[in-house]
């Protein structure tokens, strides 16, 4: 490319175009950075912002862990289909009179599958 202005567009062109990219890595750091931002919050937001509902909960010592499971994901290979989902545990500690979604504060995330599909 030259000096000219015309040069000179198209290379700041590019570089907004690769500036829009990311590596699978950096989306995965993005999204564990959204997940670790609930921590010390509670259910109730993680709820209300995600749109996200627990399919199911079961208790550990000291707390509850909710299950939050994602919609299937089927990759076809071969001509071979597999079907997987992500599978996201929340880890809570009670904060006060249980019985409501806000009286769970979440301490830790796990999450496993394919959860490039949830809205977080």
Partial sequence: MDGTWGGRIVR???LLALAGCQTAEQVE???SDRLRAFK???MADF???TGLTPSTFYPITGGRVYVVDGPPVVTNYGGYSSASACRLLIQTEPNGPLG???AWTIVGTTRTGPC????I
């Fill in 12 to 14: 700041v062109g590019v």
């Fill in 40 to 42: 010390g919050r509670t």
């Fill in 29 to 31: 750091e993005d999204r």
């Fill in 47 to 49: 709820t209300g912002e």
């Fill in 100 to 102: 409501t979604a806000d």
């Fill in 116 to 119: 490039h599909t949830m809205p």
